[in-house]
Every structure is written in structure tokens, then in C-alpha cells.
């Protein structure tokens, strides 16, 4: 997406203007321009040149965003001075201009003709002497305020006509229709008609025009305020960005600014430094900080060979670190990338306003005109006419339509990044918490990812330190996962290796056999061992169970005797049966997705809590399985390796863990940067506060322009005598758009994590619907030897359009099929003996 810098744009008519014109550029696929950041985004291979011709020749202004590689300090600096609040300091000024002159104005019109305040002497009673201190002082906050009239009605010239437009009509109707009344009221002097003179000193409209102006100047300033502290978080992010470096050069310390620090730069931080770009521990130890990116606030310990962010803090200790990411290649300069990519883009609920807001001021400007004439036509004053029609044009606000959803979005992007939560997109951020099904990867996403030694069941007179001491002498040789687990164990403990095995022999899928000191050594599973080593029903019986609840026992032998088992294990995180219990409580239907065997995965399912289980995925299986439960309702899968990036993109919603792979974050819509699991249900509760927000912001805007425009024309006027002045109309307006802004910034308070207010959505009945519906069939093959037969019966059950999932068996010689429509037995049947095995029963 390429992104530019729009100018000149005052209200949401002005946004779907430009939005209007840049789509009909040929090569555009898409346009979305942000009122709130004054930024476009554009897709496609259009040119730039033509883009920013059709920005121009709609009235506008527009320059492309810088493209050359920047450091994250630089693009930090350049993002916050594209958000700086020019706006506020400048309508400053002008309001504090305009009420030097609308004061004595307002005392001269009002307070001397309304309650007789005293004037000067050669002014009491000159008419026409006080007329012209009306329109001088009206002239005056006219010019004060000309950006209104310029921008208005070079938008008319454009033939499209925004609300400084409607600001300029009205203002000028009211200036000008009180120019004819002074000139009458001469007319009338000079024929000694006094009482005409005093009729057209009550057709005065000065004040309303200069007042009318002031109010409007008042709202823009709150409301460009308001709009300064949507972009809090954005800017707090960006002034984290380190400014210099301490990078050794030819063996010396040297401080450099951060553009210089190049990737394989060597750098140092000391304790209360920053670290100034993403790296690798070389030398030293020490605790970092990285609640700036994480949110989290307890400091993360680093060892020679972790990695630091930039924008992190060393809390303690002295580390060496090589540089690996620099520039915008930074963990810190993508998330703001990420957070301004996000503000640029638009929410699918913001069609409906930018639809409202393309024809809103073209039929306000008619309905004035309608009203001005009926009025006339009811035999009415042509001042009164005038002013009704003057209401109708100062009451309208479609800068509240155009804002009501942008402002929300910045401000939930906004608490989502304080928090470690990135919403790529608008959509992402709206969508997310419409998710009826959450799938989750068991791997890194429920448990740590990392197997860990869980039990340790002895044999005999051994003893814990001799059996570890042991299997850490055979296990060391070994380059299988659960042999690092059983090596972590042994170096926690402090236990070394009973010494260094010979003749060192790894059987795939099996175990392990060594010599160590004339004595054989053996490791392995319970098929494996039982063949060289006698293991008790007593022993066999606790490996079992230690097999139900999700563990794998390792058997370890020593010249034919058993010696015990360690059981190791992919733990669950801590909080992540707390998180499948929040989201189940928002009514979410929650899914566990899994490579692992139907016993290990059911066991880490009942750990977790999860409403479903599916086991024995292939990697490349978990895009077809999402595929299959989109058909029963929007689905959110999380995961974060590479074999998930598939089921990510074919989700509605992929939402990464942030410890996983560059590939599963590139494919998700949404990134936890903290890697926990309750992340999602805060990311939910997120989206669902700022899509109400939203439709809280909209409400308003509409409700306010359907009762304010009827209001201004007058149509209660005969039934209840309700007149509204067009000042109190401007001030109306002026309001309208601070409280939509001001409602967005209610987002700020969200409590992300607190599920005590969690409300379901109606998906329980649904989630019912479908196990009343849901049929399932267990078949009996024969022929299945290992977990490849298992994969390739699952494979060919689940090509059949009918069948939702197959759990295969190969120890229990079963398939549990789970139906989403009737099919007949001959046909599974069929299916599986074309694989070569046999069925010899369905239930």
C-alpha cells in the first residue's frame, strides 16, 4: 500500500471526495483516505503522479510519503511531525482574534438595541451610524476567519461542496442580507421614514454572521484537540525511538547516531540505557524491560544468545549485543508502521457514513433553499426566511458522520499497541471480535512449545540423581527434542553426566543404546525397552497413565535392568486454560488443532478446557480443517510457526503469537506481541468496545442531523412555536463533532482484561444447533501399522465432502468420522480399502 499526505480537507465530504476521485485513477484497486490522519492509502500500480493530479484537480493537495529506508528514530520523528497538532495553536489564535471584535459587536447590536446598554453620544439614536459598526467589526472576524470562505467556496467551484461550505453560505446570507437592510435603511432615512428605519434595524444579521463564524471556530478547535489525543498512544510509541548508539569501532566505544548503526555492528549497553536496535546477546547478562513493546511490566532476564529490541531498557548488568535489524527493520519501527498502516485504512462500517457524507451537503444546501422558499411562499418575511434557511445550513454537521468511526479506530488501535495487541488493519480491529469459532494450535500457542521433564518414576534401589546422570550421558548424543528436555532437567538439578558414552546408536522412532564404562545403556519408548528389559505391570500400568494425561514416558535400561522412567512433556501455559475458559464465556466455540496422536491431544484438550479437539493434522492439513469450520461460522485460528500460515490466511480473522515465525506474523491480521494466549479474548473484548463505540459515534451523528435540520427549518414552529436561532445552530454544530470525538476517547478506559463483563453472543445455540446435528461413525480397519497409515486413512476420509474429521488409530485400529451430512457405510468403506486396508466393521 502506498501512502500519502492529503491537504485541504476540512470534513468527511471533502474524505469521500478524494476517495471519489483517486479510485477513478486507472490502476487504483482500492482508496481509503483518513479525515482523522489526513492520509490515503492507495492500492494498485497506479502512478503517483496521476494519483496526486486527481487529488489536485479535486481541490486538494497531496504529497507521497517518503520511501527511502529510515532509521526507527527518523520514521519515528517523521511519523509524530505528520501527527502533530498544527491545527489547535492556529484556531487559537483565531478565536482569540475573532472575540476581540464579536464582543463590542454583540454589545452594540444586542446589548444597547435588546437592553439599552449606553453608547456614545453621537451614537445614541444614529441608526445608521450603528449599522456601520456592525459591519465593520462583522467585516473584520469575516477576514479573521476567511480559511472557511476560501475552502468553501473553492469546493463549490469544484462541484463539491463540503461543510466550510455550508459555513461560508450561511455566513454570507446573513452579511449580506444585512448589507441591504443598512442600504434600505439609508433609503428610508433620507425620506424621513423612521419608522422603516427601525423595521430594518431589526433585520440586522451581523452578529449572526460573526457569531456563526466564532462558534464554529470554537467546535473546530475542540474537536482538533480531541482528535490530537487519539493519536496519545501513537505518539508515545514513537518518542521510544533512540536517538544515538554505543558501537565498538576498531576495538574502541563510540556513540553514533542511530542511522549509522549498520546490521553486524557490535554495541553496548550499559544499566538505564535503551537498547538502540534489535540484536543478540554476545557477552554480559542482564534484565531488560520490554513493557515499551510488550506492555508487559516485569523485566525479561537475557543471556548470551537472546535477542533484545530496540527501544527496550537494560535494567541491570553490562551486555555486548550484535546488531541483527536495524532501521525500519526493527521490532519497534514495524509496530509503528504497523499502528499508522492501520489508521490509514478503513472499517467496513464506515461505508454506510461515506455514502451519507458524498451527497450530505449538496441536499442540505437544497433543503435551505426549499425552506427559504416555502417560507416566502407562506407569506412570511424574507429576514425570516432567510434565517431559517441559515439555520438549516449551520445546524448540519457531516464532520460527526466522518469521524464517528475513524477517531474509534485510532483510539482501539491505539490501547492495543499499549498493550501488545497489533490490529493490522481497520477491518482487523472491527471484525475480530464478530468471531463466532476460535481454532488453536496446541504448539507455542496453548503450550510453551517447549517439552520439559514433568516425572521421574524410579525402579529399584536407583536414585533421581543416578537416572538423570545416566540418561543425560546417553541423551546428550541426541539431537531429538525430548532428549534437550531431559538435558535441561539434569543441568537444573546441577547433575552432570555419569561420563561419555561409546558405540552410540539412535533408532528413529524408538530410543537409544550406548556403551558407558563396559555397561549398555538404553533409552527409548515402551516397545523398544520391553524388548531388552523386564518392566513390571506396576511400572507399565504408571507409564500408561502417564500416556492418558498427555505425557511421553522414556524407559532407561543399564545391561538389561530397568533403571525408571522420566516422563517429559509439552506443557500448557499457565493462562492459557483461563483463556479458553474467557472465550467460552463470550459465547465462542473453542477448537484445539494438533499433529500429536488422539490420547496426547485429548489429554491436553481436558488441560485446557477446549469444547473440541481435532488430533493427527498434517501440516499442511490445518488450512482444510478452517476451511471446514467457516462453514459453520466465522472462525479465528491462532498459531505461530510456519506450517500455520496457510490456516492464518485462510481464517477470517489469523491472529500470531508474537514469539513465532516472521512468516505467521506476515499472515495474520492481528500479532500478540506478548505470546499468551489471554491475549485473544482481551483482543475480542477490544474489538467488540470499539465497534460499539463506533455505533454509539454514529448514532449521534445521525440523530443529531435528523433532529436538528427539521428543527432549523422550522417545522415545529406552527404546532409548537419552536424557532431556533441560527447562532444557537452554529453553536449546536460546533459540539456536534467534540462529542463524537470525545465518546471515541471513553475507549481509552477500556478494561481489556477484566471478563466480569463479558456478554455472549447468541453462538452457545448455535455451537447446540450443531451437536444435535453433528453425526459421527466409528470404523474398524485392519492393516494399520504406524502414525503414517493413520495420516493417509485421515487424509482420504476427509477428501469426502461429507466428513468434517477423521480421528484414525492405528493402536486402537479405529476412525472416528465426524458427519456433516448423511453418507452411506459402502462409501467410507470404499474409501478406505482403496488404500489398502480393511474395514471389517462401522458403528
Not at 244 to 266: H, M, N, P, Y
Not at 420 to 438: C, D, H, N, P, R
Not at 511 to 523: A, F, K, Q, T, W
Not at 798 to 807: F, G, I, M, R, T
Request: glycine residues 8%; neutral net charge.
Amino acid at each position: 500500500m502506498k501512502q500519502y499526505t492529503v491537504t485541504g480537507m476540512s470534513c468527511a465530504a471533502c474524505s469521500a471526495r478524494v476517495e471519489k476521485a483517486v479510485s477513478k485513477v486507472p490502476g487504483v484497486t482500492s482508496c481509503s483516505v483518513s479525515l482523522l490522519t489526513n492520509s490515503m492509502g492507495v492500492e494498485g500500480d497506479a502512478d503517483a503522479a496521476a494519483i496526486i493530479s486527481a487529488v489536485e484537480e479535486a481541490g486538494y493537495g497531496a504529497e507521497e510519503k517518503g520511501k527511502e529506508k529510515k532509521s526507527s528514530a527518523v520514521l519515528a520523528a517523521t511519523q509524530e511531525d505528520s501527527l502533530k497538532d498544527r491545527e489547535t495553536p492556529l484556531l487559537k489564535r483565531r478565536l482569540i482574534a475573532s472575540l476581540c471584535f464579536l464582543i463590542p459587536l454583540m454589545y452594540f447590536s444586542m446589548g444597547h438595541m435588546m437592553w439599552n446598554w449606553p453608547v456614545p453620544a453621537a451614537l445614541n439614536g444614529n441608526h445608521v451610524a450603528m449599522g456601520l459598526i456592525q459591519l465593520l467589526f462583522t467585516s473584520i472576524v469575516m477576514v479573521i476567519n476567511q480559511k472557511f470562505f476560501i475552502s468553501g467556496f473553492k469546493s463549490l467551484w469544484h462541484r463539491a461542496p463540503n461543510m466550510d461550505a455550508l459555513v461560508a453560505l450561511g455566513a454570507t446570507a446573513s452579511y449580506g442580507y444585512s448589507i441591504y437592510a443598512l442600504f434600505a435603511m439609508t433609503d428610508a432615512q433620507m425620506r424621513g421614514d423612521m419608522a422603516g428605519v427601525m423595521a430594518y434595524m431589526h433585520e440586522f444579521y451581523f452578529e449572526s454572521a460573526a457569531m456563526i463564524l466564532t462558534l464554529i471556530t470554537v467546535g473546530k478547535m475542540l474537536e482538533a484537540r480531541s482528535k490530537g489525543r487519539t493519536t496519545d498512544a501513537l505518539k508515545s510509541l514513537m518518542k521510544l525511538a533512540p536517538k544515538t548508539a554505543t558501537v565498538l569501532r576498531e576495538g574502541t566505544e563510540v556513540e553514533v547516531s542511530i542511522e549509522q548503526v549498520r546490521k553486524g555492528d557490535v554495541f553496548v549497553v550499559r544499566p538505564g540505557e535503551n537498547i538502540p536496535v534489535d540484536g543478540i546477546v554476545l557477552d554480559g547478562n542482564s534484565a531488560v524491560n520490554e513493557s515499551a513493546l510488550t506492555g508487559e511490566s516485569i523485566p525479561v532476564d537475557k543471556k548470551p544468545g537472546d535477542q533484545v529490541s530496540a527501544a527496550t531498557l537494560n535494567n541491570s548488568g553490562f551486555i555486548r549485543c550484535e546488531a541483527l535489524r536495524v532501521g525500519e527493520d526493527t521490532t519497534l519501527s514495524q509496530i509503528i508502521q504497523m499502528v499508522s498502516d492501520a489508521a490509514a485504512t478503513k472499517a467496513p462500517i464506515a461505508k454506510v457514513a461515506d455514502k451519507v457524507s458524498g451527497v450530505f451537503v449538496p441536499a442540505v444546501i437544497s433543503i435551505a433553499v426549499v425552506t427559504i422558499i416555502v417560507w416566502l411562499l407562506l407569506g412570511q418575511t424574507v429576514g425570516f426566511a432567510l434565517a431559517r434557511g441559515i439555520s438549516v445550513l449551520v445546524i448540519s454537521c457531516p464532520c460527526a458522520l466522518g469521524l464517528a468511526t475513524p477517531v474509534a479506530i485510532m483510539v482501539g488501535n491505539g490501547m492495543g499497541a499499549k498493550n501488545g495487541i497489533m490490529f493490522k488493519t481497520a477491518v482487523s480491529l472491527e471484525e475480530t471480535g464478530k468471531m463466532q469459532i476460535v481454532a488453536l494450535d496446541k504448539t507455542g500457542t496453548i503450550t510453551s512449545g517447549e517439552p520439559r521433564v514433568t516425572d521421574i518414576i524410579l525402579a529399584d534401589q536407583m536414585t533421581e540423581e543416578e537416572l538423570l546422570s545416566f540418561a543425560y550421558a546417553l541423551e546428550k548424543k541426541s539431537e531429538h527434542p525430548l532428549a534437550h528436555a531431559v538435558l535441561a532437567q539434569a543441568q537444573k538439578k546441577g547433575i552432570a553426566p555419569a561420563g561419555e558414552t561409546q558405540d552410540f546408536h539412535a533408532v528413529p522412532g524408538n530410543g537409544l543404546s550406548g556403551r558407558l564404562n563396559g555397561s549398555l545403556l538404553e533409552g527409548g519408548n515402551l516397545k523398544f525397552i520391553r524388548e531388552r528389559a523386564i518392566i513390571s505391570d506396576e511400572i507399565q500400568k504408571r507409564a500408561e497413565q502417564l500416556a492418558e494425561d498427555g505425557k511421553t514416558p522414556l524407559f532407561f535400561s543399564r545391561d538389561g535392568k530397568l533403571m525408571g522412567i522420566i516422563a517429559v512433556a509439552d506443557v500448557i501455559k499457565e493462562d492459557s486454560p483461563q483463556a479458553v475458559k474467557e472465550l467460552q464465556n463470550m459465547g465462542i466455540h473453542v477448537v484445539m488443532l494438533t499433529g500429536d496422536n488422539e490420547r496426547t491431544a485429548k489429554a491436553i484438550g481436558r488441560q485446557a478446557g477446549v469444547d473440541e479437539v481435532i488430533a493427527g493434522v498434517l501440516p499442511d492439513g490445518k488450512e482444510s480443517i478452517i476451511r471446514k469450520l467457516k462453514k459453520k461460522g466465522k472462525v479465528a485460528m491462532v498459531g505461530d510457526g510456519i506450517n500455520d500460515a496457510p490456516a492464518l490466511t485462510r481464517a477470517d480473522m489469523g491472529i500470531a503469537i508474537g514469539a513465532g515465525t516472521d512468516i505467521a506474523i506476515d499472515a495474520a491480521d492481528v500479532v500478540l506481541m506478548k505470546s499468551r494466549l489471554s491475549d485473544v479474548p482481551a483482543a475480542i473484548r477490544l474489538s467488540r468496545a470499539t465497534l460499539r463505540n463506533i455505533h454509539e459515534n454514529l448514532f449521534w451523528a445521525f440523530i443529531y442531523n435528523i433532529i436538528g435540520i427539521p428543527l432549523a427549518a422550522g417545522i415545529w414552529i406552527p404546532i409548537f412555536g419552536w424557532q431556533l436561532n441560527p447562532m444557537f445552530g452554529a453553536a449546536a454544530m460546533s459540539l456536534s463533532s467534540f462529542c463524537v470525538v470525545t465518546n471515541a476517547l471513553r475507549l481509552n478506559w477500556v478494561k481489556m482484561y477484566d471478563a466480569a463483563r463479558d456478554k455472549k453472543i447468541k453462538q452457545n445455540k448455535m455451537n447446540e444447533k450443531q451437536e444435535e446435528t453433528t453425526m459421527k461413525k466409528t470404523m474398524k480397519i485392519e492393516g494399520m501399522m504406524c502414525e503414517h497409515c493413520e495420516a493417509r486413512v485421515k487424509k482420504c476420509l476427509e477428501a469426502l465432502p461429507q466428513v468434517d474429521e477423521a480421528a484414525v488409530s492405528h493402536k486402537d485400529g479405529t476412525a472416528v468420522v465426524v458427519l456433516n451430512a448423511e453418507v452411506s457405510d459402502d462409501v467410507l468403506k470404499k474409501t478406505v480399502e482403496e488404500q489398502d486396508y480393511t474395514v471389517v466393521g462401522i458403528d
